[in-house]
């Protein structure tokens, strides 16, 4: 009996052996493939079909198995696939002891507290809640995930971001994205590009605090706007 996952890393080995561009490659340079491939994921996860969500899911995984083809011929500490899979799976067993020890948890919020306490075991040397928090991320969702580790520590975003208008859209920019001029936020406005860096982190705090993905609202946002251009330069011009 075939294993799939098991032949896929073979093909792997194999390109990596054979193909004149994969030997060249390094981690660093498989960076932007990995961004790129991610972001295709997302955009079938939230917009595509099943067909292109498990074509993208083998996508990220041939990304996955090519890092590690990589990290297995390093001379001076090597890993392959199955060190890779070892470790998450010793780690998803760790942080789930409702499941795989005598641990209780009952609702999300006690399986949250199960794998924080497990996750603040592994990371013992961790001296701050922004380590491990990487800057790469997109800046909204980045955003999210900071004020998330300021409640943490009680750390209170200023006043001013929390009071912040938000400004009209300017003259001449996309249509339809405008400000509703009978809204209160739209009479504020803001003065510089700090501002609207407040303003900005306001209605990011306003989405944790009701549960919403600001990333996630703005691309979905974004997706209705590119729809929008599309029907515009579809239409018969005079």
């Known amino acids: 009996m075939t294993d799939p996952l098991r032949e896929a890393a073979e093909t ?8 004149v561009w994969t030997q060249q490659i390094d981690h660093r340079a498989l960076v932007p493939y990995l961004v790129e491939e991610s972001a295709e994921l997302i955009d079938a996860v939230e917009d595509g079909s099943r067909d292109d969500l498990r074509e993208e899911l083998g996508d990220l995984l041939w990304q996955v198995l090519f890092h ?3 990290a297995s011929r390093d001379p001076d500490a090597p890993f392959d696939i199955d060190d890779v899979a070892r470790g998450l799976t010793e780690k ?3 942080r789930h002891p409702h499941v795989f020890g005598d641990a209780v948890a009952n609702t999300p919020e006690e399986v949250l507290v199960h794998w924080n306490a497990a996750k603040a075991a ?3 040397s961790r001296t701050s809640v922004l380590d491990g928090v990487s800057e790469h991320m997109p800046s909204l969702a980045l955003a999210q995930k900071l004020l998330g580790k300021a409640a943490q520590v009680g ?3 200023h006043a001013s971001s929390a009071n912040r208008g938000i400004p009209a859209e300017p003259e001449g920019d996309a249509p339809g994205l405008a400000a509703d001029p009978r809204s209160p936020e739209a009479e504020g406005g803001v003065a510089s590009e700090a501002e609207l860096g407040d303003a900005l982190l306001a209605l990011v705090a ?3 605090a009701r549960g919403w993905d600001a990333e996630r609202a703005l691309r979905e946002r974004l997706r209705v706007l590119e729809a929008d251009i599309r029907a515009a330069e579809a239409r018969p011009t005079t």
Request: aromatic share 0%; net charge positive; with cysteine.
């Open 12 to 19: 792997m080995r194999a390109v990596r052996d054979r193909c």
């Open 206 to 208: 306003t989405a944790r």
């Open 68 to 70: 590690a083809e990589i």
């Open 122 to 124: 592994e990371k013992g």
């Open 92 to 94: 998803m067993v760790r």
């Open 155 to 157: 750390a209170a975003v």
